[in-house]
C-alpha cells in the first residue's frame, strides 16, 4: 500500500515498528546475531485491514446474548427462535434481536404485535429489522415503554397503526427509542462482548478500526479494554451527539468531558456523530425524488427536507462549533439529499473556521446525486462507502419497493466518487444492514457488484464495480488517515507500526470468488501475533 513501492519481497522488524522494506539481501544485510528469521514459503503479506464503520459491543452483544437467525432467517424459524428464548427465560424478561424484514411482513399476514403476542404472551419482546432502523414489538413491550393507542406520534419517529388507529408494533426512528431504554447492557456483557469483537476482528483481518456511534457504557467499556491490555487493535471511536434514539442533542461540553476522560494512546476520541435521516424501506431516508407511492405516502406530496432529523440551518451550526472543537463528525445520510445537506454542513464550517479543520465525513453515501459527487474532494470529505449492500442481499428487495428498480442503478457510487476524486474509505456498519463485519465479502462484492456467496443472483449498480487495486486503500492507507493514523499504519513502510496479515495466497492472483472465502493465516499487531488460525 506504498505507492512508491508497492511491492517488496522482505521486511525487518524492530520493536513493533517496520525497521526497513526491500530486497532479501537488502534486509539480510540488517540482520545481527540475536535476529528472528521467517521464511513466509510462498504466502502473502499485506497491512492489516482497517474497519472504519463497525458497531463492535453491538454486534457481540448480539452474538452472545440476542435472538439472532441471520438475514435470511425464514419466518417459521424467527418464530421459533422466539419461542425458545421464551422457554428459557423467566416471565417479565426481555427478548430482544432478529433481524426480519419486510418481505416477512405479508407472510404473517397479521400485525407484528399480534404476531409476538402468540409467540411469547408473557415476555416482553422487541425484534429489529436487518437495518436497525424499525422495531417490531408485542404488547408487553409497548406497555413497558409507556406506548398505548392513545399516545401521541413522536417527532422524528414512525408509530404503525391499524385503520382503527391501534399500534401494530411497527416502530422506527425515534419511535424506537422508548423501547430501547428497557434494553440496555451491563458493564460485564460490555466487557464480554469487546473481549469477541476484538478475537472476531483480528481473526478477519483488522488491526484498526472506528466505533461509529459510542455513548459513554461503550466509551467504559473500550477503555477498560484497553487499559487492561485486551484492545489489541487501533481503536477510535465516534461520540454519539445526535441519535433518533436519543432525539437531543448532547452539548459540546459533555463531548468534550467525555473525551478528556476516555481518550487512551489507542483510542482515539477526536471523533463526533450525527444521524441526518433513516433508511429507504422505513420511508425515512431523506431523498431529492419522491419514493414510490404506498398506502399513507402520496408523491405528489413528497417534500425532501420532511424526512431530515437535523434542520438544515441547526446541522451547519452544530457542524461548525465540532470543527472548531477538533471533532471529526461522521454524519449517518441514506438520502441524496441527506448527504447534499451534509455537505453544505462542512461547506459551512470550512466558510467559518477556514480550510484545515477535520475531515468530516459523510457516512454510506447510499445515494449521491451528480452534483455532489465533487464536492468531496473540493470540501476535504470523507465518503464512507457501507453497508456492504452494493452487492444482491436480503434488503435488496425491500430497496427496489420503495424506490423502484431504476434509482437502484444509481446506488453506491463508489467508482464516481472515486473518479471525482473522493477520499473513500470502507465500513461494514456491521451489525446494522451487514450481517457481519467480514471484509472480505465486502471487498468481492465491491469489485464484483454481484453478491460472492451466490445466495442472492443479480447484480447492484455494475457500472461502479472497481478493480481490487483501487479497493484496497479504503480498507488500508485511506481508512488510516481517517482514524488519525497516516503515519502510523495502514501501509508497510519504515517507521510505521508492524500491522500486517498473512495470507495463503496472493490476493491479486485470485479469483473473485477465492478472494471472497479469503482465510487470514495470521494477523500481527504493532508486531505480536493477536490471530493465529490453526491447523
Same mark, same amino acid.
Given at each position: 500500500?506504498?505507492?512508491?513501492? +508497492? ?22 544485510? !540488517? ?21 472504519? $464503520?463497525? $458497531?463492535?459491543?453491538? /454486534? ?21 427462535? #422466539? ?38 404472551? $408473557? ?37 404503525? &397503526? ?8 411497527? !416502530? ?6 422508548? =423501547? ?18 476484538? &478475537?472476531? %476482528?483480528?481473526? !478477519? ?23 487492561? /491490555? ?11 451527539? *445526535? ?55 402520496? +408523491? ?34 441514506? /438520502? ?48 464512507? #462507502? ?16 420503495? !424506490? ?21 474509505? *470502507? ?34 449498480? +455494475? ?9 484496497? +486503500? ?41 478472494? %471472497?472465502?479469503?482465510? =487470514? ?15
Amino acid at each position: 500500500m506504498d505507492p512508491a513501492y +508497492p511491492r517488496a519481497e522482505a521486511l525487518a522488524i524492530a520493536k513493533g515498528r517496520i525497521l526497513a522494506v526491500g530486497t532479501l539481501p537488502e534486509i539480510e544485510a !540488517l540482520s545481527g546475531a540475536h535476529t528472528v528469521r521467517e521464511n513466509l514459503r510462498g504466502a502473502a503479506l499485506m497491512p492489516g485491514l482497517i474497519e472504519s $464503520h463497525t $458497531h463492535a459491543l453491538w /454486534g457481540g452483544c448480539r452474538d452472545l446474548f440476542q435472538v439472532y437467525t441471520g438475514y435470511q432467517a425464514t419466518v417459521p424459524q424467527l418464530a421459533e427462535a #422466539v419461542r425458545t428464548r421464551a422457554a428459557r427465560l423467566p416471565k417479565g424478561a426481555w427478548i430482544s434481536g432478529g433481524p426480519w424484514r419486510y418481505d416477512m411482513s405479508a407472510e404473517i399476514a397479521q400485525s407484528p404485535r399480534a404476531w409476538l403476542d402468540q409467540l411469547a404472551p $408473557h415476555h416482553p419482546v422487541a425484534l429489529s429489522d436487518t437495518t436497525q432502523h424499525a422495531l417490531w414489538c408485542n404488547s408487553k413491550a409497548l406497555d413497558a415503554a409507556g406506548l398505548s393507542d392513545s399516545t401521541a406520534e413522536i417527532s422524528g419517529g414512525v408509530m404503525g &397503526r391499524s385503520a382503527s388507529g391501534a399500534l401494530s408494533g411497527f !416502530l422506527a426512528e425515534a419511535a424506537c427509542a422508548p =423501547v430501547m431504554r428497557h434494553l440496555p447492557w451491563s458493564a460485564e456483557q460490555l466487557d464480554q462482548a469487546c473481549d469477541y469483537a476484538v &478475537r472476531y %476482528f483480528n481473526s !478477519l483481518g483488522y488491526t484498526g478500526f472506528k466505533e461509529p456511534s459510542a455513548d459513554p457504557a461503550d466509551l467504559a467499556a473500550y477503555a477498560r479494554a484497553h487499559d487492561q /491490555g485486551r484492545l489489541h487493535l487501533h481503536a477510535a471511536a465516534h461520540l454519539t451527539a *445526535f441519535s433518533p434514539l436519543s432525539n437531543d442533542l448532547i452539548p459540546l461540553a459533555r463531548l468534550n468531558d467525555l473525551r478528556a476522560t476516555y481518550r487512551r494512546p489507542g483510542l482515539g476520541l477526536d471523533f463526533s456523530k450525527l444521524f441526518l435521516d433513516g433508511v429507504a424501506p422505513a420511508y425515512t431516508a431523506s431523498f431529492l425524488a419522491p419514493y414510490l407511492a404506498r398506502p399513507g405516502y402520496y +408523491p405528489a406530496t413528497h417534500s425532501p427536507d420532511a424526512t431530515l432529523l437535523l434542520a438544515p440551518e441547526h446541522l451547519a451550526q452544530i457542524v461548525t462549533e465540532h470543527d472548531a472543537a477538533g471533532f471529526c463528525v461522521k454524519m449517518h445520510a441514506v /438520502g441524496d439529499n441527506a448527504a447534499r445537506k451534509g455537505l453544505d454542513a462542512i461547506a459551512a464550517a470550512r466558510a467559518a473556521n477556514g480550510p484545515n479543520g477535520p475531515r468530516h465525513e459523510i457516512a454510506h453515501c447510499t445515494f449521491i446525486s451528480d452534483t455532489d459527487l465533487p464536492r468531496f474532494a473540493a470540501l476535504n470529505a470523507v465518503a464512507e #462507502v457501507s453497508p456492504k449492500l452494493w452487492m444482491p442481499n436480503a434488503a435488496t428487495s425491500a430497496q427496489v419497493a420503495a !424506490l423502484g428498480a431504476a434509482r437502484l442503478a444509481q446506488v453506491h457510487r463508489i467508482r464516481a466518487l472515486l473518479a471525482a476524486g473522493a477520499e473513500v474509505i *470502507f465500513g461494514t456498519d456491521s451489525p446494522a444492514s451487514a450481517p457481519d463485519a467480514n471484509p472480505w465479502s465486502g471487498l468481492a462484492g465491491m469489485i464484483s457488484r454481484r453478491d460472492p456467496s451466490r445466495a442472492y443472483p443479480g447484480s447492484v449498480a +455494475p457500472d461502479e464495480a472497481i478493480s481490487l487495486a483501487e479497493a484496497l +486503500p479504503l480498507f488500508t492507507r485511506n481508512a488510516a488517515r481517517a482514524m488519525g493514523l497516516a503515519g502510523q499504519t495502514g501501509q508497510l513502510k519504515p517507521g510505521l507500526w508492524a500491522d500486517y496479515i498473512l495470507l495463503e495466497t496472493d490476493p491479486f492472483s485470485q479469483s473473485n470468488a477465492a478472494l %471472497f472465502a479469503t482465510c =487470514v493465516a495470521r494477523t500481527v499487531f504493532k508486531g505480536q501475533t493477536v490471530y493465529e488460525a490453526r491447523g
